[in-house]
């Protein structure tokens, strides 16, 4: 199939026989749609059914309708910073930059005579030791198109809701061996893959789990809808569908694994995808990952763009993250070397105001921050009751899980010695204005105990899935009391649900009693899944075992063993033996 060049938004090649200076744009405009939709069509004419077809003219029609991965993001500055571009989901991009195309490539340039006849994908590309992949009943639907802004979700179908159960009963069984023989049957299930992932992951096997994220994500780019955009920053995915959390989750932890890998650039384009999927509940947070990933790529402009368009409308100032990364965004662009010298000293009066605005705000940040970059702190910060141990023993759960995930995940950027030198001095500053008591300090005291009283479940699912030793200690009881799958993590509570795994039907009816239940359940045969007597009657059943304890500890401390017979013993017989 012909290969659409899907990162332009003309849709003209160069070689094509027209003229673009000709005054007929109407002209223009039809070859351009007509181009598209070719292209679309040889690209998708396995995939796209045939009552998409007059959807896709519709689209194309339209005066703002998007053609297939267009970077047309129009002109809200909201959507302008979720913009995506193609070639920096590839982590190749990124690596040439760095060690040029020839130590990328390798071996594999080669190959790329023969590209045009694989199939393309932007976030990654099929491996010759991947199973050839086959559909395995997943699919992508568009539910509807609203002000530009068109809405999708997967679905699964009969066969794929059957591997769903199959998959619940071997996660249920605690065992990862039957997670692997059911993907030795179906390779390209996308919950065994995320969840296989995580085991190696856990095992250090870090190659073998980015590999299985990487072949979810194959699989799930290949049930893309047609209209279905990666870059535009108009194609939402509802969260709280169940089929729709697998595409999140797998971004999520491609992210992760690219910003470990040395692609920050990469991460960073994938962290602006998953927050372009919903941006207005963000459930997975990505507002408290963006900033760090925009620090290590040194987009610092982008950084205060994205908190001037966003600060109105969702608050970014009341996230530690922001308050204390965008005052560092200032400090950088104040050293930069091709900066106007009044522009730099206007850049470091506003870095040290909002540094020092972020300190009297977020104080327990400081002492965790220095410990972590090795730095011992003067006895006058030390011993002063604003940045003490008070100042952490004193904040609620929720601001201490922000503030922990903040220090845990950017403490590294804070490292540099001109950094540090500016925040001891900003750190001085803040203890003259508490001590003259300044009236923002009890102003932001009186805010911090109206706000942060409890973290949304977005923020929890975050501290979960980032692994941060620090920030989890803080996450509140009701969740770290429940038991969470890596798969779906903390789901919504008002979960849309299209389809449930059918309840079991109990074997038969019963009268034992729930003793011989209990022993019944020591035999090798006993399936607990199976029995649904055990399940009814289990607060009965540890009342009994309880009690059988207790009489057999009774039974074992009243028994008396027999005294061995001693050598004078006239009864012995003289053939025994020694």
Known sequence: ???????????????????????????????????????????????????????????????????????????????????????????????????????????????????????????????????????????????????????????????????????????????????????????????????????????????????????????????????????????????????????????????????????????????????????DSDPLCMLLIIDFLMLRTREYQALLQLYQDWEEHRNLSQLPNFAFSTALSHFHLSKQEDMDPEESDKQRQKADLMLQNALIMFPGVLMPLLDLCSVQPDAAVTSHSFFGPKSQIGQSLALAELTALYVGRTYNVWREAGVMLWLEQSVREVLRRVDAKDPLVEDYQNKRKQRYQSAPRNIHRHVLLCEIKEAISSLPLEVTNQPVMSFDPLPPLDSVISYAQPERQPVGASNESTLSLFFRSLLPNFNLQDDMEVARAGHELNQEVNRLMVAMRDMLANIRFQEPPREDNPYRDEEEWD
Request: proline content about 5%; charged content about 25%; glycine content about 4%.
């Open 1 to 279: 199939a012909a290969k659409t060049d899907r990162n332009t938004t003309s849709g003209l090649e160069k070689d094509d026989n027209i003229d673009v200076d000709k005054p007929d744009q109407k002209l223009q405009e039809f070859l351009k749609k007509k181009k598209n939709f070719n292209d679309l069509c040889i690209c998708f004419q396995r995939t796209v059914p045939d009552d998409n077809i007059d959807l896709l003219l519709e689209n194309l029609e339209q005066p703002n309708g998007l053609s297939l991965q267009s970077e047309n993001c129009g002109g809200s500055d909201r959507r302008s910073v979720l913009h995506v571009e193609h070639r920096n989901l590839n982590p190749e991009t990124e690596l040439k930059k760095y060690f040029g195309a020839r130590a990328v490539l390798g071996d594999q340039r080669p190959r790329h005579r023969n590209r045009q006849f694989q199939s393309s994908n932007w976030m990654t590309a099929p491996k010759d030791s991947w199973p050839r992949h086959s559909r395995p009943g997943l699919s992508m639907t568009l539910l509807q198109s609203q002000d530009g802004i068109q809405y999708f979700t997967f679905e699964h179908s009969r066969d794929y809701q059957q591997l769903q159960f199959k998959f619940l009963d071997a996660v249920e069984s605690m065992d990862p061996n039957n997670i692997v023989a059911l993907l030795q049957l179906n390779p390209y299930h996308i919950d065994s893959l995320l969840q296989l992932s995580d085991v190696f992951r856990i095992q250090e096997n870090q190659e073998m789990a980015r590999d299985l994220i990487e072949r979810a994500l194959y699989s799930l780019e290949c049930a893309f809808h047609p209209l279905f955009s990666l870059t535009s920053g108009t194609s939402r995915l509802d969260y709280l569908r169940p089929e729709n959390r697998a595409f999140y989750l797998a971004l999520y932890k491609h992210m992760i694994f690219l910003e470990k890998r040395g692609c920050p650039r990469t991460a960073l384009e994938y962290c602006k995808l998953i927050l372009s999927l919903d941006p």
